[in-house]
């Protein structure tokens, strides 16, 4: 179509400029400038590359996925760092892959790296300690996302002379820590499972923070003008859509789910409701992203809510492999894609992206001293201050100035590309440091100490004995068994 449109311009200019009776300059300007602006558009709907270069791309993104998992096992190395580095190789560095075209693609790409993350983050958590480390996980997110958004709203200022809600939406944008990394690293790190709930809990809620805040000072930007009263009603919306259709859909689908047994397609049904309950969430003005992790948490913990709500779960097999490969490849992709937006322009911005993370580092580890109590173990707390990394909400929001036009809408990618590479380099220092610390005496926290192993599995068994022998084959509940007999 756009040769064609290209062609009757020509055509239309030429015919034009052959007419003496009419003022043609003004006319002949406004066809060169529109003839110019369809030429930039043809080449901006081109592909991002040829078809052999992006399988080649993704023949290797998978390959250093799957290496990067198994180096990460190994020496504790997250391999978000070599698929960002793969993308700045592949993108900026030899231009295989062009920038510009990847923004256009990135939103619709980060939509469903964001739900499919969020919703394999529920599914991973307990519930029950959700619950019980609530208090700790929200004390940590709330506290840890001001401390950042106020550390980078003030070198912003200061620094780079920015205006303040220039400088306060870039905060935001960075402001909290990338569920998509740190559901990854809390699996592999030996923690205490309480421990885990917080990191993954705490870093839900500044994905969501971050994204809700970040969408508010967008249009503030745009206005000039920041309504504190708007911000607070967004986020208490945000927050009543979110629990209403995790909950609302989440629990009626949980039983539908059990119904369905081990039916061929019961995970891709499952995935076509989380598809559309994103579409409502975002029509009614939330980011999907509290929706999907609930949405994930009421299916991941069936078999504890199954008995409050007193309904029959048969017993199936739900170790589906696909969710994990399908998670696997969505979060591979989305870092090479972060990658692939770094830009080297000015020295300044690579300097002050270094210095606010190691900033950060430090009010990290403040707010970790004033949230965690001594229940938890030195292993513990190091873990918690050194988990920093940013990602997936700071990539995708940085994108946002560059389409909206705001003021110093390149710098924004480009600083936070660094926030999130420094970030990303310090956890991994932080958790190999981690490692030299020596198992803790108890066993409610960290590592456990070799001779206290028989003994927990010995505890779990019994649990779990107890939980089997609270269920009849028909689902409901029997009277529990005598010690003696159970002896």
Same mark, same amino acid.
């Given at each position: 179509?756009?040769?064609?449109?290209?062609?009757?311009?020509?055509?239309?200019?030429?015919?034009?400029?052959?007419?003496?009776?009419?003022?043609?300059?003004?006319?002949?300007?406004?066809?060169?400038?529109?003839?110019?602006?369809?030429?930039?558009?043809?080449?901006?709907?081109?592909?991002?590359?040829?078809?052999?270069?992006?399988?080649?791309?993704?023949?290797?993104?998978?390959?250093?996925?799957?290496?990067?998992?198994?180096?990460?096992?190994?020496?504790?190395?997250?391999?978000?760092?070599?698929?960002?580095?793969?993308?700045?190789?592949?993108?900026?560095?030899?231009?295989?892959?062009?920038?510009?075209?990847?923004?256009?693609?990135?939103?619709?790409?980060?939509?469903?790296?964001?739900?499919?993350?969020?919703?394999?983050?529920?599914?991973?958590?307990?519930?029950?300690?959700?619950?019980?480390?609530?208090?700790?996980?929200?004390?940590?997110?709330?506290?840890?996302?001001?401390?950042?958004?106020?550390?980078?709203?003030?070198?912003?200022?200061?620094?780079?002379?920015?205006?303040?809600?220039?400088?306060?939406?870039?905060?935001?944008?960075?402001?909290?820590?990338?569920?998509?990394?740190?559901?990854?690293?809390?699996?592999?790190?030996?923690?205490?499972?309480?421990?885990? $709930?917080?990191?993954?809990? !705490?870093?839900? =809620?500044?994905? *969501? /923070?971050? &994204? +809700?805040?970040?969408?508010?000072?967008?249009?503030?930007?745009?206005?000039?003008?920041?309504?504190?009263?708007?911000?607070?009603?967004?986020?208490?919306?945000?927050?009543?859509?979110?629990?209403?259709?995790?909950?609302?859909?989440?629990?009626?689908?949980?039983?539908?789910?059990?119904?369905?047994?081990?039916?061929?397609?019961?995970?891709?049904?499952?995935?076509?409701?989380?598809?559309?309950?994103?579409?409502?969430?975002?029509?009614?003005?939330?980011?999907?992203?509290?929706?999907?992790?609930?949405?994930?948490?009421?299916?991941?913990?069936?078999?504890?809510?199954?008995?409050?709500?007193?309904?029959?779960?048969?017993?199936?097999?739900?170790?589906?492999?696909?969710?994990?490969?399908?998670?696997?490849?969505?979060?591979?992709?989305?870092?090479?894609?972060?990658?692939?937006?770094? $830009?080297?322009?000015?020295? !300044?911005?690579? =300097?002050?992206? *270094? /210095?606010? &993370? +190691?900033?950060?580092?430090?009010?990290?580890?403040?707010?970790?001293?004033?949230?965690?109590?001594?229940?938890?173990?030195?292993?513990?707390?190091?873990?918690?201050?050194?988990?920093?990394?940013?990602?997936?909400?700071?990539?995708?929001?940085?994108?946002?100035?560059?389409?909206?036009?705001?003021?110093?809408?390149?710098?924004?990618?480009?600083?936070?590309?660094?926030?999130?590479?420094?970030?990303?380099?310090?956890?991994?220092?932080?958790?190999?440091?981690?490692?030299?610390?020596?198992?803790?005496?108890?066993?409610?926290?960290?590592?456990?100490?070799?001779?206290?192993?028989?003994?927990?599995?010995?505890?779990?068994?019994?649990?779990?004995?107890?939980?089997?022998?609270?269920?009849?084959?028909?689902?409901?509940?029997?009277?529990?068994?005598?010690?003696?007999?159970?002896?």
């Amino acid at each position: 179509m756009n040769p064609i449109i290209l062609s009757f311009l020509n055509l239309f200019k030429d015919q034009i400029g052959d007419i003496s009776n009419f003022d043609s300059t003004m006319i002949l300007e406004k066809l060169t400038e529109l003839q110019n602006s369809i030429g930039a558009l043809s080449i901006q709907d081109g592909p991002i590359a040829s078809a052999h270069v992006i399988l080649l791309a993704a023949g290797v993104v998978i390959f250093l996925g799957v290496a990067g998992e198994a180096f990460f096992k190994k020496t504790g190395i997250p391999d978000v760092a070599f698929l960002m580095i793969l993308g700045v190789v592949i993108g900026p560095v030899f231009g295989l892959i062009q920038p510009e075209a990847v923004i256009r693609v990135v939103p619709y790409f980060a939509a469903l790296a964001l739900i499919i993350i969020m919703f394999d983050g529920g599914l991973n958590l307990d519930i029950k300690r959700v619950v019980k480390t609530v208090h700790f996980s929200i004390t940590l997110a709330i506290l840890g996302f001001i401390l950042s958004v106020a550390i980078i709203t003030l070198a912003a200022h200061f620094a780079l002379g920015w205006m303040w809600l220039d400088s306060i939406l870039l905060g935001s944008i960075v402001g909290g820590s990338s569920s998509a990394i740190v559901f990854g690293l809390v699996r592999n790190v030996k923690i205490s499972d309480d421990t885990k $709930s917080i990191l993954s809990f !705490e870093s839900a =809620v500044t994905d *969501i /923070l971050a &994204t +809700i805040i970040a969408f508010i000072l967008f249009e503030a930007v745009l206005s000039g003008h920041f309504d504190l009263q708007t911000l607070e009603e967004t986020i208490g919306r945000a927050i009543v859509v979110g629990l209403v259709l995790g909950f609302g859909v989440g629990i009626p689908w949980m039983y539908v789910s059990s119904k369905l047994g081990n039916a061929q397609h019961a995970y891709m049904l499952t995935l076509g409701i989380l598809f559309v309950l994103f579409f409502l969430a975002n029509s009614f003005g939330e980011s999907g992203a509290l929706t999907a992790l609930v949405f994930g948490l009421m299916i991941g913990n069936k078999s504890h809510l199954s008995k409050i709500l007193r309904f029959k779960l048969p017993r199936v097999e739900m170790d589906d492999p696909t969710h994990n490969q399908l998670t696997f490849l969505v979060r591979s992709f989305f870092f090479v894609f972060v990658g692939l937006m770094a $830009s080297f322009g000015k020295i !300044e911005y690579i =300097v002050f992206g *270094i /210095l606010t &993370t +190691i900033a950060i580092y430090y009010g990290r580890a403040l707010v970790s001293k004033i949230t965690l109590t001594k229940k938890f173990s030195k292993l513990d707390k190091a873990v918690t201050k050194s988990m920093i990394p940013r990602g997936l909400a700071a990539a995708v929001l940085a994108t946002y100035p560059i389409t909206m036009g705001l003021p110093n809408s390149e710098a924004y990618s480009q600083i936070v590309f660094f926030i999130i590479l420094s970030s990303v380099m310090i956890t991994t220092v932080g958790l190999g440091k981690s490692k030299r610390i020596p198992p803790p005496e108890s066993i409610e926290g960290g590592f456990v100490k070799p001779e206290n192993i028989e003994e927990n599995i010995g505890k779990e068994q019994t649990e779990t004995l107890e939980d089997f022998q609270n269920e009849s084959v028909e689902g409901g509940f029997v009277k529990p068994v005598e010690d003696s007999q159970r002896k």
